[in-house]
């Protein structure tokens, strides 16, 4: 009876087994059915709504003015600002001397010369006193005389030396500092401009700028030593420089800036203001920018509760302690309420609206 016993309740054992295995595998396909039916069932709510085509964004989200403090939106409102276009550009302090030396061999050519000159007068006298007195009976012989003439033509060979070594100098400066420095250089008088450089009270300076941007006296050239973020120091065109800069591409020019802080060799940033009017437009501040797609976007507030993303220009960037951002002349205007604290949220809340209907398909 026991054994009997036994094998009956390891059938019967055995059936609730299997008869709990069929019950999870027919329900399983119900179950995850009523719980898919049930989350389809709880309805999302999503900000964004279609976009107008007369506001040129690119979405447009609805937000309650009641969830805008809750979410903590704030606004800042565009003024109108002028710009006027500059050109950056690089620099090098320039040493100076092999000007100073071509300077001093010129110079000293010079004085040769004079000294030359001076001993080329004396011969000649003394050559027509000879050719008097050799005239006059032969009071002196004709070969004093032919010495008097061999002496006068060594001076002029001399002084045709002298001066054919002095224009070889300035040429040469020309050739390396350009006409102006050369004259400044070669001048004997005292030049104001030259004696500063000289003095090491200003600094000589070339600049190098693109082949489309020509400067003057009349244009602004700021520069600022590299590493330096707050020294500015204004410097005057001087000349174009003949020489190009091994290190960047374009025209070069020379200008003069109060020494300073500057030393030869030094690098330097330049900003060069471009000869026009001034330009009218907005500046974007950068808190008001969020970055998508490798793109500047900015929400604009419309009414009290409407939103549309605009893609902003990045061409120009103005730092300035009043407000820093980017300058636009498009797209934007004065007085337009820009969201400058929670556009990331309202991005992120219309990039959660997309994904859901990229699912959905």
């Not at 009523?34 to 999302?44: D, H, L, P, S």
């Not at 040429?171 to 500092?177: E, H, S, T, V, Y």
């Not at 290190?247 to 203001?273: C, D, E, I, N, W």
């Not at 205007?333 to 992120?348: C, R, T």
Request: zero cysteines.
């Amino acid at each position: 009876m026991n054994r009997k016993a036994t094998i009956i309740i390891g059938l019967q054992a055995a059936l609730i087994v299997i008869l709990f295995w069929f019950l999870i595998f027919y329900g399983k396909d119900e179950y995850e059915a009523a719980t898919t039916n049930g989350e389809e069932e709880v309805e999302t709510k999503t900000l964004v709504v279609d976009n107008h085509v007369n506001e040129k964004g690119v979405a447009t989200l609805i937000l309650p003015v009641a969830s805008q403090q809750q979410s903590g939106i704030q606004t800042i409102k565009l003024h109108a600002t002028q710009y006027q276009a500059v050109t950056a550009s690089f620099g090098t302090v320039e040493a100076m001397s092999s000007l100073i030396e071509m300077r001093t061999r010129y110079l000293a050519a010079l004085a040769e010369g004079n000294v030359t000159r001076s001993t080329m007068t004396s011969a000649e006298q003394n050559l027509q006193r000879l050719q008097l007195l050799n005239q006059d009976d032969k009071n002196v012989s004709d070969r004093a005389v032919l010495e008097a003439q061999a002496i006068l033509n060594g001076e002029k060979a001399k002084l045709s030396t002298s001066a054919t070594l002095a224009n070889g100098i300035r040429d040469n400066m020309r050739q390396q500092w350009g006409a102006t420095l050369a004259n400044w250089a070669t001048q004997t008088t005292s030049n104001p401009e030259f004696e500063s450089l000289l003095q090491s009270q200003d600094v000589l300076l070339k600049i190098s700028l693109p082949f489309d941007v020509t400067p003057s006296k009349n244009t602004t050239l700021q520069i600022v030593p590299m590493g330096s973020q707050t020294q500015v120091i204004k410097a005057q065109f001087i000349s174009d420089a003949p020489q190009a800069d091994s290190t960047l591409q374009g025209k070069t020019y020379f200008y003069r800036a109060p020494a300073g802080s500057l030393r030869a060799g030094m690098r330097v940033t330049t900003r060069l203001s471009t000869e026009g009017k001034a330009s009218s437009g907005v500046i974007v501040p950068h808190e008001a920018v969020v970055w998508y797609a490798n793109q500047a976007w900015v929400y604009q507030k419309i009414g009290a509760d409407k939103f549309v993303r605009r893609r902003i220009s990045t061409e120009v960037e103005i730092e300035s302690e009043a407000i820093s951002g980017w300058y636009n002349t498009s797209g934007l205007a004065v007085n337009n309420e820009l969201v400058n604290s929670g556009a990331q949220l309202l991005l992120s809340e219309e990039l959660k609206y997309q994904i859901k209907n990229e699912n959905e398909d």
